[in-house]
Every structure is written in structure tokens, then in C-alpha cells.
T-cell receptor
Framework: KAGVTQTPRYLIKTRGQQVTLSCSPI?????VSWYQQTPGQGLQFLFE???????NKGNFPGRFSGRQFSNSRSEMNVSTLELGDSALYLC?????????????FGSGTRLTVV | GEDVEQSLFLSVREGDSSVINCTYT??????LYWYKQEPGAGLQLLTY?????DMKQDQRLTVLLNKKDKHLSLRIADTQTGDSAIYFC?????????????FGKGTKLSVKP
């Protein structure tokens, strides 16, 4: 079974631009979560999607948004990029959306904002 | 609020046992996880424990849970240089009906030959 696939692996953007990151979950997994990892703040929860609906949201500004498609693939979008958005963005998938299901993470997209 | 604390560094010699400790704050946590992250990589799930268990063993890994003290530990037996990585403790927190993971800052394990 293929793992969680995130594209692109690396991205460099300019302050003020917007960016879209993609995540393909493990086949059969219907829940996709996004996390931001920075040296200062560590790993922080962004949001979770299940069946194309956002089920849970972390404490991030509205510039961070996401969506999920009918095939469970997910995208997250960050508008008006700031230098502080530079981070490793990790996607995780699981079969269901309650605690009985473990999270499998992708390798991440490393975003650098200059 | 929710918080997960870990010590930042641990150094051991190859062949010794490593013990990585973690404390968490949410007494309603149901699942607690250990993840491993190697340089430039994502998070690899090592093991997890359900909150009604005290211990779980999986090959070289032993997880101990003390619910009273909200303390979790990961013991790696016969530590190898390939175990050098950052280890994250995480608890599953429920916001409404949905859960998300709260992570510690990670413990960097260095294994000296």
C-alpha cells in the first residue's frame, strides 16, 4: 500500500504570495489532517477533513484554509504569505475520524518564504 | 490548557537502553503516541498506548503509562546508532467530537558508538 504522498517536497515563495500544498492519503483512508512544524512552535494542528467536510480546526488565522475532494485527496492553501509561515507542513491520514484510528504521516512539504 | 512536555536531549551509548519521558496534562486523553522523526523526513509512528493500559511492549520498545501522574515513557532496548532521531510524544485531544494530536517539542536521541 502506498503511503501518504505530499507534493511538492520543497517550495520557495515570496512574502505576499499564496501557495497550495497537496496531500494524497493512503488508499481507503478518509480522514486527512494537516500540521505545521517549526523550530520555535513545534508541531501544531491546522485542521482535519473527513468526507469533504472540515471536522476540526486549530488556532491559525483565516489565511490558512483547506479542502478535501471526493477521492479524499486534500489541499491546503496559505494566502498572503508571511516570513513566519516558513515551516514543514505535514499531512496525516487515517481510516476514520475518531480515536480508534492511528495517524500515518507523509514526508511533508518544506515551505520557505523569502 | 493542553500541554505535552519532554526533555529536549538524550545521549546514550550503543547497546544501552534509552528511556524517553513525557508528561501530559489532559486527563481525558484516550490514546498516547510515540513518533520518530529522522532528518528531512516526516513522522513515523512507533507505537501507541490506550489509556486503560499500563504497559505495552513491541519488540525493542516498551511504553509505560502512569495515568495518576500523567507520565508516559518510551524505553528502547539495545539502542543502535540507527535509533538516533527526534522522538515525539503526542496525546489525542478531543475538541467537540473530533480529535487532534497535541505534540511535545521532541527529544533528540543521540547514540554514540
Amino acid at each position: 500500500k502506498a503511503g501518504v504522498t505530499q507534493t511538492p517536497r520543497y517550495l520557495i515563495k515570496t512574502r505576499g504570495q499564496q501557495v497550495t500544498l497537496s496531500c494524497s492519503p493512503i488508499s481507503g483512508h478518509r480522514s486527512v489532517s494537516w500540521y505545521q512544524q517549526t523550530p520555535g512552535q513545534g508541531l501544531q494542528f491546522l485542521f482535519e477533513y473527513f468526507s469533504e467536510t472540515q471536522r476540526n480546526k486549530g488556532n491559525f488565522p483565516g489565511r490558512f484554509s483547506g479542502r478535501q475532494f471526493s477521492n479524499s485527496r486534500s489541499e491546503m492553501n496559505v494566502s498572503t504569505l508571511e516570513l513566519g509561515d516558513s515551516a514543514l507542513y505535514l499531512c496525516a491520514s487515517r481510516e476514520g475520524h475518531d480515536g480508534n484510528y492511528g495517524y500515518t504521516f507523509g514526508s511533508g512539504t518544506r515551505l520557505t518564504v523569502v | 490548557g493542553e500541554d505535552v512536555e519532554q526533555s529536549l536531549f538524550l545521549s546514550v551509548r550503543e547497546g544501552d537502553s534509552s528511556v524517553i519521558n513525557c508528561t501530559y496534562t489532559d486527563s481525558s486523553s484516550t490514546y498516547l503516541y510515540w513518533y520518530k522523526q529522522e532528518p528531512g523526513a516526516g513522522l513515523q509512528l512507533l507505537t501507541y498506548i490506550f489509556s486503560n493500559m499500563d504497559m505495552k511492549q513491541d519488540q525493542r520498545l516498551t511504553v509505560l503509562l502512569n495515568k495518576k501522574d500523567k507520565h508516559l515513557s518510551l524505553r528502547i532496548a539495545d539502542t543502535q546508532t540507527g535509533d538516533s532521531a527526534i522522538y515525539f510524544c503526542a496525546e489525542l485531544i478531543y475538541g467537540g467530537s473530533q480529535g487532534n494530536l497535541i505534540f511535545g517539542k521532541g527529544t533528540k536521541l543521540s547514540v554514540k558508538p
